[in-house]
C-alpha cells in the first residue's frame, strides 16, 4: 500500500515543489538522536551519517505548500489509511523537497500532557538549524498541520529519521 502512495510524490515534476531548502548547517545523527531524548523520542538509530538543517522558515514555506498540494486530505481518513499513512506520505513529499538531506521524521507516540492528550498517533518532527525539535501533523492532532510546533514530551514508542 504504502509503495503505491510513493509512487505518487515520483510522478510530480520537479517543478511542482518549492524551491529546495537552504542548509545552514549540519548535524550528526548521534547529535540527532540525542536532542530527540528529551521529549521521549527514541530513535532506534538514525538512517544517515549527518543531516543538512534548514531555517524553521523554510520548513514552513514547504508545509503550506504541502497543505494544498498534498495528494490526500484528512477528509481521506480510514480505518486503514490512518495516521501513520498520513505521516509516510507528508515525509516522502518532504525528503523529496529537501533532497533526503533534512531530518523530517516519523514517530508513533501519545501524549504525556493531560491538558494536550491524545492516544498513541503517527505524526512528524523536523529539527531546523538551531537544533529545535518541531511536531507537525497534517490530520492536526498532535501540532496543526501546516506550521511547526514546538516539541513537547511524549511517550513514544517507534521513531525514525
Not at 521529549?39 to 514555506?61: A, F, T
Not at 514517530?107 to 494536550?116: G, H, I, Q, R, V
Request: proline residues 7%; aromatic residues 18%; negative net charge.
Amino acid at each position: 500500500m504504502l509503495l503505491g502512495f510513493l509512487r505518487l510524490f515520483y510522478r510530480k515534476r520537479k517543478s511542482d515543489y518549492p524551491s529546495p531548502p537552504k542548509i545552514l548547517s549540519m548535524i550528526t545523527g548521534t547529535r540527532l538522536k540525542e536532542l530527540l531524548v528529551p521529549y521521549g523520542i527514541k530513535l532506534r538509530c538514525p538512517l544517515d551519517v549527518e543531516y543538512g538543517l534548514p531555517s524553521k522558515d523554510d520548513y514552513i514555506r514547504f508545509l503550506k505548500w504541502y497543505k494544498t498540494h498534498a495528494p490526500i486530505k484528512p477528509s481521506g481518513y480510514t480505518q486503514y489509511f490512518n495516521c501513520d499513512a498520513f505521516a509516510w506520505v507528508e515525509i516522502a513529499y518532504a525528503l523529496v523537497w529537501c533532497k533526503g538531506m533534512c531530518p523530517f521524521g516519523y514517530l508513533e507516540a501519545m501524549s504525556t500532557d493531560e491538558n494536550y492528550a491524545f492516544g498513541m498517533h503517527g505524526f512528524c518532527f523536523a529539527v531546523d538549524w538551531n537544533e529545535k525539535v518541531y511536531f507537525t501533523d497534517s490530520l492536526e492532532v498532535a501540532a496543526p498541520d501546516d506550521e511547526l510546533y514546538p516539541a513537547y514530551e511524549v511517550y513514544c514508542q517507534d521513531a525514525k529519521a
